[in-house]
């Protein structure tokens, strides 16, 4: 489905919701972190670091950096990857749901009065 808006809709959207999500009592996560914890929460399917870090265009060491600060935070867990003893799949928790939906609805308020 297709958005509809300008370019600068979009800014002006993306800008008044990290105000209002700053100033919210919730955790304080860096642009990557947040990147990293919506691609969890936003994508379905299990997500390895590898997958993470392809999918964002950056380093491995990046992404890991970004899970232990939302595993500390209680946003993700990390999991058994049972197709790869090597690896760990990011795994959604109770806290990271709830935030993933006050964000969804931080957006739609937001876009609403636009």
């Known amino acids: 489905m297709p ?6 809709e979009f800014v002006l959207l993306l800008h008044k919701t990290i105000m209002v999500i700053i100033r919210h009592n919730g955790p304080n996560l860096t642009a990557r972190q947040l990147g990293v914890f919506l691609r969890v ?3 379905a399917e299990p997500q390895t670091g590898t997958d993470l870090a392809l ?6 060491g990046i992404i890991s950096r970004a899970l232990d600060r939302l595993e500390e935070a209680e946003l993700i ?5 049972p197709d790869n003893y090597r690896s760990v799949l990011a795994g959604r ?7 993933f939906r006050e964000i ?4 739609s ?6």
């Open 3 to 8: 958005l509809q808006g300008t370019p600068d």
């Open 41 to 43: 929460y936003v994508y």
């Open 55 to 60: 999918a964002l265009n950056v380093h491995k």
């Open 77 to 81: 867990r990390r999991e058994p990857n």
């Open 93 to 99: 928790t109770v806290r990271g749901t709830a935030l």
């Open 104 to 107: 969804r609805q931080i957006i």
């Open 109 to 114: 308020e937001v876009a609403a009065n636009l």
